[in-house]
C-alpha cells in the first residue's frame, strides 16, 4: 500500500498564527482525509479532499479555519489558521489507493 | 455508516489469545469490517479486514457471525509489542466511504 511522508512531525506556535501541514504520497491515490486526535482520544474526521474540487468538511469544521488543498494525486495540504490553545492537538492524514487506506504518522501541535 | 462499539480497554499477558469483540448492530448488506491498530505517535495501520465467517492473515484472525451484527479480532499469543490501541470500522469497501472511527479499545499486555 502507500506510504505517506507527513511534515512537520510536530511544532510550537503561538497564537494567532497559521501552520500549513503537508502530506506527500509515494503513489497516486483517490481520495485523501485529514484527522484530528486528540492525546489519548479517537481520530475525528476533519475532511474528505479530491483532486481539483472544494474538500468536504464534517460537521463542526470550517473551511476557513481549516482551508485545504489537494493540487494533485499525490499531495494535500492542510492548514490550522488563527490558532488558539484549543487546536493544540495531533492532526493525520490518510490516503486511499489501491491496497487500502494508508495513515501519516502525524503532525503534533502545540499552541501557545 | 454503522456505529461500533467495543470494550474501552483490555489487559492481556505476555503469550496468551486475545479477542477483542466489536458491536455493530446496524450493518449493511455492502458493509465490510476493518480493523486497525495504532501505537503512540504513529497513524492508525490496517490489521485486517472480513465481511464474513472467518478471516485469517499473518497477525490476526476476524470472526464474523452469521447475523453480522458483531465481529471479534483475535491475537493469538501477544506479546508486549501488541499494546496499542485497536479500532472496528465499518463501512463499504467498494465505494470511497469515509473512515469513521468510534472510540477503540486500549489493549495493555504485560509481562
Known sequence: SAVISQKPSRDICQRGTSLTIQCQVDSQVTMMFWYRQQPGQSLTLIATANQGSEATYESGFVIDKFPISRPNLTFSTLTVSNMSPEDSSIYLCSGQGVGGYTFGSGTRLTVV | ?111
Open chain 2, 1 to 111: 455508516l454503522a456505529k461500533t462499539t467495543q470494550p474501552i480497554s483490555m489487559d492481556s499477558y505476555e503469550g496468551q489469545e486475545v479477542n477483542i469483540t466489536c458491536s455493530h448492530n446496524n450493518i449493511a448488506t455492502n458493509d465490510y469490517i476493518t480493523w486497525y491498530q495504532q501505537f503512540p505517535s504513529q497513524g492508525p495501520r490496517f490489521i485486517i479486514q472480513g465481511y464474513k465467517t472467518k478471516v485469517t492473515n499473518e497477525v490476526a484472525s476476524l470472526f464474523i457471525p452469521a447475523d453480522r451484527k458483531s465481529s471479534t479480532l483475535s491475537l493469538p499469543r501477544v506479546s508486549l509489542s501488541d499494546t496499542a490501541v485497536y479500532y472496528c470500522l465499518v463501512g463499504d469497501r467498494d465505494s470511497s466511504y469515509k473512515l469513521i472511527f468510534g472510540s477503540g479499545t486500549r489493549l495493555l499486555v504485560r509481562p
